[in-house]
């Protein structure tokens, strides 16, 4: 009977066996196979591709929550884990170090868990067309070729998927950088095999691909700079606008508020141009990364501030408006004057 129930159910199929063995009936045996036997054979495949899936993946959060970090020099770990008193200075280079680091950590945990998903996937999904009754031989030995043939025929999937490789491994950028990608600008939320998502200031989400990347202008790496361009009217002296500006920034530098943010001693430039509104004065502060628009709103607003206080002019656009004196001989059967030709002049 064991014999017979292995010739008429395949290897493995235990529904079928089982099944047969009950009722001696081929047919019985070969629906139950069908019907039962073969659903929880291929829904069993699928959950130990989830679980395997959901286990490479955490083993890769290990990995990344390690980089973050177990290797970071013992000085930039306790500053990323905020182990540092209240009292102590933080060097603002270990504190943009060990972000960098945090950034390229996730941004290279993102690329492997879509590489573990595309392979478990692919294993998986072979399995299952094996347990249907496919010949999956021909399919395993002609890979190489299949390959070579996708490799021609899908050239701007594999130009995206290496494009995407090279950014991450030189360090282009990551996840949480501010970049300028040409077709879109934003902040880096999540780098795949083949797209970039940005999200931009207005909370538009742009998915860029990779291979259409032809340049990258990262704001979020090592330092940043605030650059300010001041103008002040024609009749100001300009040496007392240029110690003005420096007590502002250098005030700014010395705010504990600010400590940390702006990493080097402000430097005011001098004059940037001569417009036609008024002088330009050029005002830099070098600061962390991601703070270099804060830091130039706080000086804007310290400026307006401070100019008002020492009766400093800041030029606009005055508008002023005249009309020609209308003829004197102008009588009540003649035609009203003309007043297409009012005037208008714009002056500083």
Known sequence: MFHFAESTCAEGEAVCEWVFDQTQ?????????????????????????LVIRWVLHRL?????????????????????????GPGK?????????????????KTMGSLLKSIVTGIVA??????MLSEIGVNIGPIIASAGILGLALGFGAQSLVSDFLSGVFMIVEDQYGVGDEVDLGDAIGTVEAVSLRVTRVRDINGTVWYVRNGNIMRVGNMSQNWARTVLDIS?????????????????????WEDEDFKG??????????????????????????????????????????????FDHEGIEIPYQQRVVWHRDAPDNV????????????TEDTRA
Do not use: C
Request: proline content about 5%; aromatic content about 4%; glycine content about 6%.
């Open 261 to 306: 943010r702006v990493i080097e001693e402000p430097s005011v430039w001098g004059v940037q141009d001569l417009g036609m509104d008024g002088v330009v004065v050029r005002v830099a502060l070098k600061t962390a990364p991601l703070e270099q628009w804060a830091i130039a709103r706080e000086m804007r607003a310290r400026i307006k501030a401070r």
């Open 89 to 105: 200075m933080r060097s603002p280079q270990e504190m943009a170090t060990a972000t960098r680091r945090v950034q390229r950590a």
């Open 232 to 252: 002040v009217a024609y009749h100001e002296d300009l040496n007392h606008v240029r110690r003005v500006l420096e007590d502002v920034a250098h005030d700014v």
């Open 122 to 127: 692919a294993i998986v999904a072979t399995m």
């Open 60 to 84: 890769v959060d290990r990995i990344v929550k390690r980089a973050e970090t177990g290797m970071l020099p013992s000085r930039v770990q306790r500053l990323s884990l905020g182990s540092l």
């Open 331 to 342: 009588t009540a059967t003649e035609p009203a004057p003309d007043r297409s030709d009012e």
């Open 25 to 49: 009936s081929t047919t019985t045996a070969g629906i139950a196979n069908f019907f039962i036997g073969l659903p929880l054979t291929l829904l069993g495949l699928l959950i130990l591709g």
